[in-house]
């Protein structure tokens, strides 16, 4: 938390952030015309300040708990392929606002100090940080990069000769580089009301981060409505770039030297990064979404092809690109808010307030809808997605894990051949048509 909060952005803390506080539950029409109605709870409470899940006014049943689809169902053939629970990881300590999975271990962040990784379901180590509630984990070969409340990038290294150990090795932005940055006036900017900061620090809670491999730049976004540029070499911050009009809520580097940004203003950007030499510059291509309701996820598939919007409506659009970004549709499959988005492979996954999980299969510009899984008791905040090592050529599958406010952490099986939801109803007697669908873009 911030003692001194006077050099906040407006607005930065309210309802329009990722957290789920953004709004309460839509109608049915609500949600078909993309809009939502909001909360009205004290907007002069800081960001992060009691718990989500108290303030939260979608701690309540969802419309899927009673789901058939949750476990493995014995009614199936059993050459059917299936997605379901594997297993849950419980460590009652704070809600997980965070996760990242790297071959056999999962990282964990939650509103604790502590870190955890797990390995083959069960604790493996953990290592604490000086500040609570970890937003975002970013794994990069040896170093793993935790993005924090207080706006600050932890970077942590691990022992070679021991794996369970980890030991901080830095902050971005460096000591260093914010005492020689306060020597010279020009690298002071406005944030509020003649309010000035360090152009090289978040003044507000980070609240994603992104990497791009190939080029050793990290991302991080802020509702300090900025996202900035990390050379991971030697921890430089390179750019700062003020974004949007609200937080970022999701900043995602893709290919080609794209990078799109999601934000609580309703709009989805797209940045295109050029490099001089040792300077590197993002430059604004174009708005991709411009809606009332936040943007809370982003997500690129690998190929860089389909990006991925999650909003606080509940639905995700999506937008398919050739030489071109184009819309392709909408996906409703939630209830509630959409508060994180993975994909892997020909799979998408969300993550809703409404405590479920949708698995949507992409093939061509159509999307199914294949399972809900179900089982947190809490909005599912964070998603990460493996490639299972049991896969097949003829049955791609994926361990899913999802981080939720209930405090757990659910280990998933899915497949990409699984049959979808109107399948499953039919095989299934007395299920009628599902909810959930794919809607073909509108022209807007």
């Known amino acids: 938390m911030f003692s001194d909060t006077s050099s906040l952005p407006p607005k930065i803390g309210n309802m ?47 419309l899927f708990t009673q789901s058939p689809w949750s476990k493995f169902d014995e009614n199936v053939p059993q050459n059917v392929p299936q997605n379901g629970l594997i297993g849950s990881l419980v460590r009652e300590e704070g809600h997980i606002y965070s996760l990242a999975a790297k071959e056999d271990l999962l990282y964990t962040g939650s509103d604790s100090k502590n870190i955890r990784v797990w390995k083959n379901m069960k604790e493996f180590t953990a290592f604490k940080s000086n500040s609570g509630l970890v937003k975002a984990i970013i794994i990069s070969g040896d170093k793993i990069f935790t993005g924090h409340q207080d706006g600050k990038v932890r970077v942590w290294k691990i022992n070679p000769k021991n794996p369970s150990v980890h030991k901080r090795s830095g902050t971005l932005p460096t000591f260093f580089d914010i005492f020689k940055a306060s020597m010279k006036p020009s690298n002071y900017i406005e944030v509020k009301r003649k309010r000035t900061a360090l152009w090289i620090k978040h003044v507000d809670a980070i609240s994603c981060l992104s990497m791009n491999q190939e080029q050793g730049l990290l991302y991080s976004a802020s509702w300090d409505r900025t996202f900035k540029v990390w050379r991971v070499e030697n921890s430089k911050c390179l750019e700062s770039v003020k974004a949007h009009d609200d937080a970022v809520n999701s900043v995602v580097a893709s290919l080609e030297g794209l990078v799109y940004t999601g934000s609580a203003d309703g709009t989805v950007k797209v940045w295109r990064r050029e490099s001089s030499g040792k300077t590197v510059k993002h430059h604004f291509i174009q708005t991709l979404l411009t809606q009332e309701c936040a943007v809370t996820a982003l997500a690129v598939n690998k190929s860089g092809s389909v990006v991925y919007c999650g909003s606080s409506d509940g639905l995700v659009n999506f937008w398919e690109r050739e030489k071109e970004l184009t819309h392709g549709g909408v996906l409703k499959g939630h209830k509630l808010a959409v508060l994180c988005l993975t994909a892997a492979g020909n799979l998408v996954f969300s993550g809703s307030a409404d405590k479920t999980i949708c698995v949507w299969r992409r093939e061509g510009n159509v999307h199914t809808c294949l399972s809900v899984l179900t089982g947190h008791t809490g909005p599912v905040k964070c998603l990460a997605a493996e490639e299972d090592k049991d896969s097949s050529t003829g049955d791609q599958r994926w361990v899913v894990y999802s981080g939720s406010l209930d405090k757990s952490v659910k280990v998933w099986s899915v497949s990409e051949t699984a049959p979808d939801l109107r399948h499953m109803g039919n095989m299934q007697p007395g299920q009628g048509d599902s909810p959930w669908d794919s809607i073909p873009s509108a022209k807007y």
């Open 16 to 62: 329009t952030h990722s957290d789920p506080n953004i709004c309460s539950a839509a109608t049915d029409d609500e949600m078909a015309a993309r809009h939502s109605s909001f909360s009205g709870y004290d907007v002069s409470r800081l960001s992060g300040e009691m718990s989500p899940m108290t303030m939260s006014p979608w701690n309540q049943n969802s």
